[in-house]
């Protein structure tokens, strides 16, 4: 009777490994697409491009038609410092999304950071003509800033300033800081007094004014001029003149 029973207690553990093992192959298993999307997300958000390079990878291989994936892919890819086929990844993208803010940029950086410059320029100066915002001819003038590409950079940036109608303090500091690297001291103190204008209570702007050698205040602010115009600005970049 005891040899019985204990027969029946070996037979039950022999059963409850069993299930253990088939659990645990379950859990170790492949993953599914989405699993692997959540694990480059995380990574991306710690700045652990090669895990989210690895994992959207396979993302995009099981997924070859997701078009988010290829973003997050192509981000990673830049993160690795391959932009070559951070490129590719990101065109494969747009062609689904052509009208994605976030696609259209990051594939005008991997453009750039792969030698296409031009490429980038024109994406992005084609947006900004087709939207007329003043946010897409700023980030075109960033982009060209950092190319040392300052004749477009400066139409691009009076174009942002223009089209917001001189309301908002972004536009102007946008012009402060490019006139400050090419050396205009007065145009970038000009476009200073005028962001002060717009918000006269910026410490960081009256501690910029201090640092050229003038005081804060009401006599040093300067209306934007481009209050005095209403009008949406006209494409200020000539295609293959610049």
């Given at each position: ?10 037979m ?14 379950r ?66 993208a ?12 990051t ?29 897409d001819?700023?980030r ?13 950079a ?9 089209g ?78 610049r």
């Amino acid at each position: 009777m005891e040899l019985r029973r204990v027969g029946v207690m070996v037979m039950i553990l022999v059963g409850v490994t069993a299930m253990g093992c088939q659990s645990n192959a379950r859990r170790t298993g492949p993953r599914a697409p989405h699993m692997m999307a959540a694990s480059g997300d995380r990574a991306l958000a710690k700045g652990d491009f090669a895990t989210a390079e690895a994992e959207y990878a396979q993302v995009v291989e099981a997924q070859p038609w997701n078009a988010r994936a290829r973003l997050q892919y192509g981000k990673a890819l830049l993160g690795v410092d391959n932009p070559r086929k951070a490129r590719e990844e990101l065109e494969k993208a747009y062609t689904t999304l052509p009208k994605d803010d976030e696609v259209m940029y990051t594939l005008a950086e991997a453009m750039g950071r792969s030698g296409e410059y031009e490429s980038g320029v024109r994406l992005l100066q084609t947006i900004a003509e087709e939207r007329r915002r003043p946010t897409d001819w700023l980030r075109l003038g960033r982009y060209a800033q950092r190319g040392k590409d300052y004749d477009t950079a400066e139409k691009a940036y009076l174009a942002a300033a223009l089209g917001d109608g001189g309301l908002h303090a972004e536009y102007q500091m946008a012009l402060y800081g490019y006139y400050m690297e090419i050396g205009d001291e007065t145009k970038a103190v000009q476009r200073l007094a005028m962001a002060y204008w717009l918000e006269p209570k910026n410490e960081e702007f009256a501690a910029k004014i201090k640092n050229h050698g003038y005081q804060p205040g009401a006599a040093f602010a300067l209306r934007p001029v481009e209050q005095a115009s209403q009008r949406v600005p006209d494409p200020v970049i000539l295609r293959g003149d610049r």
